[in-house]
């Protein structure tokens, strides 16, 4: 139990295809974080929610790229049109409020062919 | 925004030895720094982290130290384990930032 479920593990999809992948939080937090993991390097930040207010969006996050956070709990970040740079882990984390430490999910490896 | 350096990219060390990786860090303005263990194909999982009220944290074999005025934050590991072998990833959080910033993580392998 990691606090934070992240749907699906893995992720196989053809160039070209639209992906979208999902998480939940365990209990409620109002941070809400997307981050991108290649491998050999450490997490990129792309998008943060606060409770369901998309306050800041990394200009990694093309228009290719869009999250939403309905009701404040879950969140969904979706992929157009995906493309082999695209190919990588997909970690979602939460924290509370204040200075605080993620916790994040297990993630989402997307590998793009 | 932040930028987080991140040394050495990879480490060996004989088991009992120590261990330690430096962090750089650019805004002066961060003032949370948490470290971060990733095992091959997991989660990265919090280890300690340091806020910038303080100098130096200590949880049993691992101790974090920071330095303000340098602006740079070390991880320190004692009496290393073949189990503490993963990807190790410092990070800071600059004060009205949301994000984290990562550096580029060190790969410690404890030989036995």
């Known amino acids: 139990d990691t606090g934070v479920s992240q749907d699906p593990r893995h992720k196989i999809t053809k160039r070209g295809q639209n992906v979208t992948f999902r998480c939940d939080p365990i209990s409620e937090h109002n941070r809400l974080y997307w981050y991108r993991q290649t491998l050999g390097q450490g997490p990129e930040f792309l998008t943060y929610?606060?409770?369901?207010?998309?306050?800041?969006k990394s200009r990694l996050l093309s228009d290719r790229f869009s999250a939403e956070r309905p009701k404040g709990s879950f969140s969904t970040l979706e992929i157009q049109r995906t493309e082999q740079g695209d190919s990588a882990m997909y970690l979602c984390a939460i924290s509370g409020v204040g200075i605080s430490s993620y916790t994040f999910g297990s993630g989402t490896r997307l590998t793009v062919v | 925004g932040e930028n987080v350096e991140q040394h050495p990219s990879t480490l060996s060390v004989q088991e009992g030895d120590s261990a330690v990786i430096k962090c750089t860090y650019s805004d002066s303005a961060s003032n949370y720094f948490p470290w971060y263990k990733q095992e091959l194909g997991k989660r990265p999982q919090l280890i300690i982290d340091i806020r910038s009220n303080v100098g130096e944290k200590k949880d049993q074999r691992i101790a974090v130290t920071l330095n303000k005025t340098a602006k740079h934050f070390s991880l320190h590991i004692t009496e290393t384990q073949p189990e503490d072998s993963a990807v190790y990833f410092c990070a800071a959080l600059e004060g009205s930032a949301r994000q984290l910033t990562f550096g580029s993580g060190t790969q410690l392998t404890v030989l036995p």
């Open positions: 929610f606060q409770n369901e207010a998309q306050l800041e």
